[in-house]
Structures are given as structure tokens and as C-alpha cells.
């Protein structure tokens, strides 16, 4: 069962999340995976301090209804997602991102003049049962593709998130593996994008996806996460780089 609050595994990340010292690229920290709203903007947040490519960074993923994506983050686009979903996006802007933790299961994201977005978390029993299931679960098995694709299978329904992945390629072309293994549910949301409301919470009427990468139709938090890049660790090749025309913009 997950016993303690989301506010306390965020803020442990940083002095706990350790990377397995070989050439994959890798990440750890925790993750809003995904928020979609009734207006159809589609909100997820990334907070890694744990990075094998650079400093520790958090990002911002915005769909906007016309299903053009943004990625904001405080690093550089080759040193954060855009890295790896640069090809499906129509910018990578540079921005200051913030996270401020309300009460221990209630947070704000912030981007200066572009986002203001408030969470409030919550445990449920299947949330709880998933957390249980992974944390139990031995490392090589988060290994196996066959496992986690039969997981992916699972548990998307059960969390009532439509389809789910933790392993697939990205859209630049390197393969994924993800490693949640604290689950939350994102209980209550509002977003103000640009001095607009993005609506209420709510699935999109087609769910979205960045290459394998499925993005769940209701809010999910997840801490103690691990992403892994295994194509990455061949003959350290660096991984394909943003297109020239999402070239790094930085924000006003």
C-alpha cells in the first residue's frame, strides 16, 4: 500500500533517485504522466533530478486543442524530453518552471506568463493495489518487454487511463523503457494556459500518443520513477537531436 504522501517522495527524489552506472540514457524522479481537459488542451509534467546526459531538469508537455505539442523545460531541448520527442513537436522552448507543494498531496506548475496548473492527488484502492504490484515486482522483470507490455495491458483499464505503455520507441527513434512505481490519481485539477481556462478534467475524445508513448485520459502522478533509453547503449552514439525547425527557443 502506498503510505506516505506524494509531497514526501517528490521532495526525497533528489537526494534519493540513483542512476545504474552503464551507458543507457537515463532518468529518474516523479511525473505528472498526463491531464487532459474538456477544452482539449492535454497538460504532463516531468521532474528528474537524476539525469545520466546532464543536469536534473522538469518539463512541461502541452497539447494545445489544435493538437500542436509544446514542450517547455529547463534545460536544453538535447538535454531533456525533446531529445527523444523533438520530431513530434511543434517547439521546444526554454523556460523557468516551478513546483510549489500546497499540502501534501496538492501542487502548483508554474511557467511565468504561460501556465499556472493546480493538482490535488489522492490514493485509491486500485492506485494503492498497482503501487503494491509494482514495487514487489523484481528488477529484471521491469526488463522484460513481454512484461511490460502485459502490464501496459493491464493496468491502463484498471486505472480507467485507456491504453498504456512502458516500453515502445519514442518518436526520435530511440527505444523506452518506464519504471513507475508509486501511482497516484490526479483527484481534482484546474489550469489557467496563456490568462485561458482549460476546462474541466476530462478524456480527450481520442486519446493521444507520442510514438509508443500512450498518454493516459485521466491525471495520473507517479514518484520513484525510472525511465531507461536502451537503444542508447551501443557504441555511445549520441541520441538523435531535435529537427531543425523546433531548434531551441527561449521564452520571453
Not at 122 to 129: C, D, F, G, L, N
Not at 153 to 178: D, E, T
Not at 197 to 211: C, F, I, S, T, V
Amino acid at each position: 500500500m502506498t503510505t506516505q504522501q506524494p509531497q514526501t517522495y517528490a521532495e526525497e527524489t533528489e537526494s534519493l533517485a540513483e542512476l545504474p552506472a552503464d551507458t543507457a540514457e537515463r532518468f529518474a524522479g516523479y511525473a505528472v504522466l498526463g491531464m487532459p481537459f474538456s477544452s482539449g488542451y492535454y497538460l504532463a509534467f516531468r521532474d528528474f533530478p537524476a539525469s545520466s546526459i546532464g543536469p536534473g531538469y522538469r518539463a512541461v508537455w502541452m497539447r494545445s486543442p489544435d493538437q500542436q505539442w509544446t514542450v517547455y523545460a529547463d534545460a536544453p531541448p538535447h538535454l531533456s524530453c525533446a531529445r527523444y520527442f523533438g520530431s513530434a513537436l511543434s517547439a521546444a522552448i526554454t523556460a523557468e518552471i516551478t513546483v510549489r507543494w500546497n499540502s501534501p498531496s496538492s501542487a502548483t506548475i508554474r511557467i511565468p506568463a504561460v501556465l499556472d496548473w493546480r493538482i490535488e492527488l489522492a490514493s485509491s484502492r486500485t492506485s494503492s493495489a498497482v503501487s503494491a504490484l509494482a514495487l514487489r515486482m523484481p528488477a529484471q522483470l521491469w526488463r522484460n518487454e513481454r512484461v511490460l507490455r502485459t502490464m501496459g495491458m493491464m493496468v491502463g483499464p484498471l486505472l480507467h487511463a485507456g491504453k498504456m505503455r512502458f516500453s515502445g520507441v519514442v518518436p526520435n527513434g530511440q527505444s523506452f523503457r518506464a519504471r513507475p512505481l508509486r501511482v497516484w490519481i490526479v483527484r481534482s485539477a484546474c489550469a489557467s494556459i496563456d490568462g485561458t481556462d482549460a476546462g474541466r478534467p476530462g478524456p480527450l475524445a481520442q486519446q493521444e500518443h507520442l510514438g509508443d508513448f500512450w498518454l493516459p485520459q485521466r491525471g495520473l502522478f507517479v514518484a520513484d520513477l525510472g525511465v531507461t533509453f536502451p537503444s542508447t547503449a551501443t557504441d555511445g552514439t549520441v541520441a538523435v537531436q531535435p529537427p531543425e525547425d523546433i531548434a531551441e527557443k527561449r521564452s520571453s
